[in-house]
């Protein structure tokens, strides 16, 4: 009896703890759905707002709430902006196609070189297309079985080889997005300078939407790489990914 007074105990306890969880989990569902909406209707400065208080409220980062933040920053024709919320959606889910898309289309528009195109076509593997990857992987094992014994052995240790390759570059390309937490986009036409601050030299002028990655902060300051190009950049020019 003592044992189970104790175990409902327990169960209250974790219903009065997740109850309020609970019921923010449901208010930042509906407020979703409603700025959804708005969206939807074109109303791009309401649904960004609604979306932007969302962001304030939520707990933990979200794929879909950054891509429909960027989405509505490039219909309000703030590109720079919306390629901060792509690029932080893509943290969350690199592999996913339309995510892709829509930032080659903003690069474009800030005529920016896509730089990620040497890998880009690890990026426009739509979901689906596992399914025929793994009947290609079942259907070369089926041939395997039937090679000689010497040759299996061969073809076996080649497709192991072949697969840690695979392994290892998808393994360098993820850590290539997740390590981009220093790294930053230019807002607007920004100069670069030789110190922090604005009396030291001018080394370069920054486009919009330009990439940088932060290697030292001081102050109001970073010094960040563009390019081939070290300086400093004051942090009101620039939004974190």
Known sequence: MGLKRIVLGMVIVLLCVAAPALARSADIEADFISANALYSAGDYKGALKAYLDIESRLPVPSFGLYFNIGNTYFKLNNYPKALVYYLRARRLHPFNRDLQYNIRITHRQLEIKDETSWF??????????????????????????????????KTFFVSIMIFLLMLSLLGSLYSYIMNSANSYVVLHKSRLFSGPSYKESEIAILRPGVDIVELKALGNWIKVKAHNVTGWINLKDVEKI
């Open 120 to 153: 880009s076509f690890v990026w426009m593997i739509p979901t689906y297309d596992w399914a025929l990857a793994a009947t290609v992987i079942f259907w070369t094992m089926l041939f395997i079985g039937f090679l000689p014994i010497s040759q299996i052995k």
